[in-house]
C-alpha cells in the first residue's frame, strides 16, 4: 500500500479510511490529466525560481508527459490505496525517478492542487457545452428560418390567444440560448482565474511566481488572495452549475413543448417515427420519450446550484473535508447536460411541423386582436373596437376577414434571426478558448 502524502508513520483505521476517500477515486479519474497539467506549470515554475535543478526540471517533464498521455488515453488508474488523483501522479512519478518525484509538492497543497484541478477541468468542459450550445442554437435557428411563415396558435394560460408562427417559437428558444451564452461566458470569467500557489489557503514562505504558473496554464486572471482563492471552492462550482442550469431550463422548458406539441390533442410537430418509443399495450403509441427524458434531466441540473449551496452554507473560512462532497454533484453535470444538448439538436433537426394549423375553427378567435387592430386602423377607438369584437364573440358571429401585418422587430413578420445569431456570435468570440488551447499546447510541447 502506498504510503499517504499525509503519512507521518501511523497506520490509520481502515473503516475510517475508507469513508473519507469516499468516491474520490472513480470521480478523480477525469481530473488526473488536469493534475498532471498543474503539476507541469508548478514545477516549471519552481525551475525558474532556482527550486528545482536546470537538469531535473526535463526529467520531470518528460515523465509526465507520458502520465498525460496516459490519462487521455483512459488507461490512468488510481490504485487501491492511493487515495486521490493528485497522491497517484506523486507515486508514478517517485516509482519512475526516485526521490526526484517528491520534489515536486514544494510550496503545493493538495488543497490547491484540487481547486486548480477543478478549474481546468471546468475550463474544458465549458468549452465543450458552450460548442453544444452553439450546435442547437445553429439547429434552432435554421428550423426558424425554414418554418418563419407557417402559422401556429400562441398560448395564453393554455388558451388560444393570439396567432404566433413556427419560426417565432424555434426562434424564442434560440435567443434564449443566447442568453444562457452571457450566464456561461460569467462563469468562464470566474473559472478562468488560477488558485494555484495558494497551498492549504494561507500561500507558501516559497518564493512562488504566481503570475508565472497564471501564463504557463492560459488563466485569464489570478485568484489572487490566498484566502479567497480557498473560499473559491464550492463557489466556482455552484456559480458554474448555476450556468448550467441556466441553459437546462431553455431546454427542458422547449421539450416540455415539445411533449405538448406532439401529442394528438395538439399535433403542431412530429418526430420520425425511427425517435419514438412504443407502448407494451397499446399498439398505436408513438411516445416522445426522448423529450420526456429530456425534461426530466434537466429538471434534476436545475438543482444542482441548491445542492452545491447546501454543502457549503455556514463554513467558516478555510478548507473543510465538507468540500470532497461536492464533486458528487458536480463533476457529472456536464455530461449530463452534454448528453441533453446533444440529442435536442439532433431530435429539433428531424423534427416537422404542421402547415396549416391556422384553418382549423378551433383557432379562428386566436385572429380577434388582428380584426380589433384593423379597425383601430380605420378610426375605431382602440375601447370601442375590443368592446365590438368580444360582443360578436360573444354572439357567435366574429369572423376576420384581413390579412396578418407584423413587422416590428422580432415579430411574425420580422424575426431579426440574423441579429440574434449576431448576439450569439458576440458573446461567444469573448471566450478565451485560444489563448487557452495555445498554453496547453505549449506546456505540452
Not at 200 to 207: D, E, F, L, Q, R
Not at 396 to 408: A, E, I, K, P, R
Given at each position: 500500500m502506498a504510503d499517504k502524502l499525509w503519512d507521518k508513520g501511523f497506520s490509520l483505521d481502515s473503516r475510517i479510511e475508507k469513508f473519507t476517500v469516499g468516491q474520490d477515486r472513480v470521480l478523480d479519474l477525469a481530473l488526473a490529466p488536469y493534475d498532471v497539467l498543474g503539476t507541469m506549470a508548478h514545477i516549471t515554475m519552481l525551475a525558474s525560481r532556482g527550486l528545482l535543478g536546470a537538469d531535473e526540471l526535463p526529467l520531470l517533464l518528460a515523465e509526465l508527459k507520458e502520465i498525460y498521455?496516459?490519462?487521455?488515453?483512459?488507461?490512468?488508474?488510481?490504485?487501491?490505496?492511493?487515495?486521490?488523483?493528485?497522491?497517484?501522479?506523486?507515486?508514478?512519478?517517485?516509482?519512475?525517478?526516485?526521490?526526484?518525484?517528491?520534489?515536486?509538492?514544494?510550496?503545493?497543497?493538495?488543497?490547491?492542487?484540487?481547486l486548480v484541478d477543478l478549474k481546468l477541468f471546468s475550463r474544458a468542459e465549458l468549452e465543450k457545452t458552450v460548442l453544444r450550445v452553439e450546435a442547437l442554437f445553429e439547429v434552432l435557428q435554421a428550423q426558424s428560418?425554414?418554418?418563419?411563415?407557417?402559422?401556429?396558435?400562441?398560448?395564453?394560460?393554455?388558451?388560444?390567444?393570439?396567432?404566433?408562427s413556427f419560426g417565432l417559437w424555434f426562434g424564442a428558444y434560440a435567443e434564449s440560448l443566447a442568453d444562457d451564452l452571457s450566464v456561461l461566458k460569467a462563469a468562464w470569467d470566474v473559472t478562468n482565474q488560477n488558485p494555484l500557489g495558494s497551498a492549504?489557503?494561507?500561500?507558501?514562505?516559497?518564493?512562488?511566481?504566481?503570475?508565472?504558473t497564471t501564463r504557463l496554464l492560459g488563466f485569464d486572471d489570478l485568484d489572487y488572495n490566498v484566502v479567497y482563492a480557498q473560499m473559491g471552492r464550492g463557489k466556482?462550482?455552484?456559480?458554474?452549475?448555476?450556468?448550467?442550469?441556466?441553459?437546462?431550463?431553455?431546454?427542458?422548458?422547449?421539450?416540455?413543448?415539445?411533449?405538448?406539441f406532439n401529442s394528438q390533442n395538439f399535433a403542431f410537430v412530429k418526430l420520425p417515427d425511427a425517435m419514438t418509443t412504443g407502448s407494451s399495450i397499446m399498439p398505436h403509441k408513438k411516445n416522445p420519450d426522448v423529450f420526456e427524458l429530456i425534461r426530466a434531466r434537466c429538471n434534476k441540473i436545475c438543482?444542482?446550484?441548491?445542492?452545491?449551496?447546501?454543502?457549503?452554507?455556514?463554513?467558516?473560512?478555510?478548507?473543510?473535508?465538507?468540500?470532497?462532497?461536492?464533486?458528487?454533484?458536480?463533476?457529472?453535470?456536464?455530461?449530463?447536460?452534454?448528453?441533453?444538448?446533444?440529442?435536442?439538436?439532433?431530435?429539433?433537426?428531424?423534427?416537422?411541423?404542421s402547415e396549416d394549423l391556422m384553418s382549423d375553427p378551433r383557432y379562428a378567435l386566436a385572429f380577434s386582436v388582428e380584426e380589433v387592430n384593423d379597425r383601430v386602423s380605420k378610426g375605431v377607438p382602440f375601447r370601442d373596437a375590443y368592446k365590438a369584437v368580444g360582443q360578436e364573440i360573444q354572439?357567435?358571429?366574429?369572423?376576420?376577414?384581413?390579412?396578418?401585418?407584423?413587422?416590428?422587430?422580432?415579430?411574425i413578420g420580422n424575426l431579426c434571426n440574423d441579429r440574434i445569431a449576431a448576439k450569439f456570435a458576440r458573446v461567444l468570440s469573448s471566450f478565451t478558448f485560444d489563448r487557452v488551447h495555445a498554453a496547453v499546447s505549449a506546456l505540452l510541447a
Open positions: 498521455a496516459s490519462a487521455v488515453a483512459g488507461s490512468f488508474v488510481i490504485e487501491e490505496g492511493v487515495e486521490d488523483v493528485h497522491s497517484q501522479v506523486e507515486l508514478m512519478l517517485t516509482r519512475g525517478l526516485g526521490d526526484l518525484g517528491k520534489k515536486v509538492h514544494t510550496g503545493r497543497s493538495r488543497n490547491d492542487q484540487v428560418e425554414k418554418y418563419k411563415d407557417v402559422l401556429m396558435p400562441g398560448y395564453t394560460h393554455l388558451q388560444v390567444a393570439m396567432p404566433s492549504a489557503g494561507y500561500g507558501s514562505s516559497a518564493p512562488l511566481d504566481r503570475t508565472l466556482t462550482e455552484r456559480l458554474i452549475a448555476f450556468a448550467l442550469s441556466s441553459v437546462a431550463e431553455t431546454l427542458g422548458r422547449f421539450a416540455a413543448d415539445c411533449c405538448l438543482g444542482a446550484p441548491e445542492s452545491i449551496r447546501l454543502l457549503t452554507t455556514n463554513l467558516p473560512s478555510g478548507y473543510f473535508r465538507d468540500m470532497q462532497v461536492i464533486k458528487e454533484v458536480f463533476l457529472p453535470l456536464f455530461d449530463e447536460l452534454g448528453d441533453c444538448l446533444e440529442i435536442a439538436a439532433y431530435a429539433v433537426g428531424a423534427m416537422t411541423v354572439a357567435g358571429s366574429f369572423v376576420f376577414n384581413g390579412t396578418l401585418h407584423h413587422t416590428h422587430e422580432g415579430s
